[in-house]
Every structure is written in C-alpha cells, then in structure tokens.
C-alpha cells in the first residue's frame, strides 16, 4: 500500500519500496529508489513504474512526468542479476515476460514523459530511458545495450525503440557491439536531446524544462505529443490528416481564445485544459 507525505511544496508517495512518486507542482516524479544497487530492475519496479503511471496520468494537475534514478552512481544499471528464479525452458521465459512488458506502460501515457539521466544508464535502464519522449542527461552519464556480450539480447524494448530514435544504422552499431556511449557521443547521435551543465544541477535544470512545458495549454501539450509519436506508425497522409483533425479539435477550445487575450493584454495566459 502507498503512503503519501508533504515535503514543502512537494507531496511524497511511496508505491513500493523501490518506487517513489513525487508531485511538485505540475510536475509529477517518478524515482527509481534502489541507489544501492544503482536501481537495478527487480520486481517492485517492474510493478512500481506502472502504478506511479497510473497515479499521475489520472491526475489532472500533473502536466509532465519525469524518471530519476536515486543516488549518485546512475540512473538504472539495468536488471538486477542477482535476482534468482531458477532455471526456466525458453516457454516459461516468455511467458513471464510477456506478463511483465512493464516499460510498455509509458507507451499508454499522453502526458510528455521526461527522463532525467546521470552515471550508469545500461540495459533495461536504457530501455526505459528510450520510452520516454525526452531524454536529458548529466555530463557524465553513460549509455549501453551491453545485453549480446552476455548471450541474450534486449528485451524491454531496445531492439526496437532504438531505431526509432537514433536511425537504423546507428541502433545496428550500438546493438551489435553492446559499446559504451558518453553524454555528448548519445546528443551527437540524438540519443539524448539536452545535457546539464553539471551532475549536481541536473534535477534544478530538468524541473525548470519540465515546468515551462507544464504551464502551456494542456490539450496542445497532449494532441502534439499523439501527433508526433503517430508519425512513427502512420504514412505521411494519414499522418497529416490526424494532425489537420488535431488543430480543428484545439482551435475553439478556451485556451486559445485565452492564449490570444493574453497576448493582446500583455500579461502571463492563464491555461484552463479547456
């Protein structure tokens, strides 16, 4: 069962005892909190991300969501090897997995999803990262699907979303190789889209982007997100004819009328969702 407390402005809630989901304004953070074993992925991740999903997506004050790793030694080394299960036939691997699928979760969310990234981001960490619409990074954050070099391949997703974001060619290299890419190798093959100016500012620097795209018009905010990533599973007809029915949905909505009087008033727009 969560629990939830205030801290300041900020109203804690602990999901399980590696999940904790944080609400800061129309902000909602989702913390991976096993900085121990720099959040490698167990079992109460793998059900603690869906549920804090489920929390801040029914919660209309929650503009943006953010994924931060605890700690200081990275964001999620990726599986928890230590876990034991047991020997398992190729049936029962796949068959868990398939009841698990616990990254697909943020595929389901409307709400931009940010992931703050800093140390060790490999494996399954990465793979999480890659679901996420944006990725910022510390200066010294590393990145690998390393998953070849021990006799498997990724399977939260990484042969798949990869491609989707750097390019076939690139995602075939990182694949294949399993090598190690710094902060500023993953902007230069737009793995990651902004860097901080330090480790230690990371958090203040993502809270502020988080915040400036939370305080425009929350159906915009929404439609543009469902446009964009429609683009990746659409043609370009049927692309451009759910964004022409996207814009004919926002035009009469109060915060365009809203965003417009603003303008013409010279002052900050007050956004209603509607």
Known sequence: MSEATAVGAAVTEVINPAVTLVREGGVGWVVLNRPGQINAI??????GVPAALAALD??????????RGEGQRGFCAGADIKESRGPESSIEVRRRMEQARWIE???????????A????CMGGGMELALACDIRFAAPEAIFALPETGLGLIPGG???QRLARVIGPGRA???LLTGERYTAEQARDIGLVTRIASSAETLLQEVAEFATRIAVKPPLA???VKRAARAALDLDLKKGLDLELDLFAMLAPTSDVKEAAQAFREKREPRFSGR
């Open 221 to 223: 905010t929404l439609y």
């Open 117 to 120: 990234l800093h140390g060790y």
């Open 172 to 174: 075939m290299d990182a």
């Open 157 to 159: 997703g990484g042969t």
């Open 58 to 67: 029914a919660d209309s004050q929650i503009r943006v969501i953010v994924f």
């Open 105 to 115: 979760a943020l595929d389901r969310i409307e709400k931009p999803i940010i992931a």
């Open 42 to 47: 167990n079992d109460d991740i793998r059900s």
